[in-house]
């Protein structure tokens, strides 16, 4: 079975402009969250879907959104890039609720010049 | 928010010694995640624990929730240890899905 894919591997793009990321969850999993992971540091919570509905959101500016789709894959979207928003973007997907090991995708890895 | 807390950050060992890794959290949970992440960012859930002590292979994971600390060792470790350590808990502490993590501990087991 296919693991979290994600899409695109690599990303460049340049300030003010506007990102879309996107993640499709392991077959059967209906809960994504996606993560921000800044070099030399651990991920940060962005926000986290499950049954297309957001469920909860980790401390990030409005210009971060996210939606999830009645096939459960997911995008999360960046508007009005910083530099500050290079990082590894990380999906995560799990089969539903409640406390359950989380499965990661390899990420996006974007950059902002 | 719950807050973690990793010690050692960067750890460097030989190939055969036992390693230890601790993570502390301020805010009282239902579950604790272990996982790894080697260079280029894939991250693999090692363990999920909510209590006492869980054993895959070499690695051992345990939580004493009382006092909000987890440990994970690695018995035996080989070069192939060599990643980051992930200790991560429920991001508002109390059983929602997003997590948070802590800052990791670099791993380098040397032959």
């Known amino acids: 079975d296919a693991g979290v894919t994600q899409s695109p591997t690599h990303l460049i793009k340049t300030r003010g402009q506007h990102v879309t990321l996107r993640c499709s969850p392991i077959?059967?999993?209906?809960?994504v969250s996606w993560y921000q992971q800044v070099l030399g540091q651990g991920p940060q919570f962005i926000f986290q879907y499950y049954e297309k509905e957001e469920r909860g959101r980790g401390n990030f500016p409005d210009r971060f959104s996210a939606r999830q789709f009645p096939n459960y894959s997911s995008e999360l979207n960046v508007n009005a890039l910083l530099l500050g928003d290079s990082a590894l973007y990380l999906c995560a997907s799990s089969p539903g609720t409640g406390n359950q090991p989380q499965h990661f995708g390899d990420g996006t890895r974007l950059s902002i010049l | 928010k719950n807050e973690v807390e990793q010690s050692p950050q960067n750890l460097t060992a030989q190939e055969g010694e036992f390693i230890t890794i601790n993570c502390s959290y301020s805010?009282?949970?239902?579950?604790l995640h272990w996982l790894q992440q080697h260079p280029g960012g894939g991250i693999v859930s090692l363990f999920m624990?909510?209590?006492g002590k869980k054993k895959h292979g070499r690695l051992i994971a345990t939580i004493n929730i009382q006092e909000k600390h987890s440990s994970l060792h690695i018995t035996a470790s080989h070069p192939r240890d060599s990643a980051v350590y992930i200790c991560?808990?429920?991001?508002?502490?109390?059983?929602?899905?997003?997590?948070?993590f802590g800052k990791g501990t670099h791993l380098i087991i040397q032959p």
């Open positions: 805010v009282g949970i239902s579950a």
């Open positions: 077959s059967g999993h209906k809960s």
């Open positions: 991560a808990v429920p991001h508002l502490g109390g059983g929602a899905d997003g997590l948070t």
């Open positions: 624990l909510s209590s």
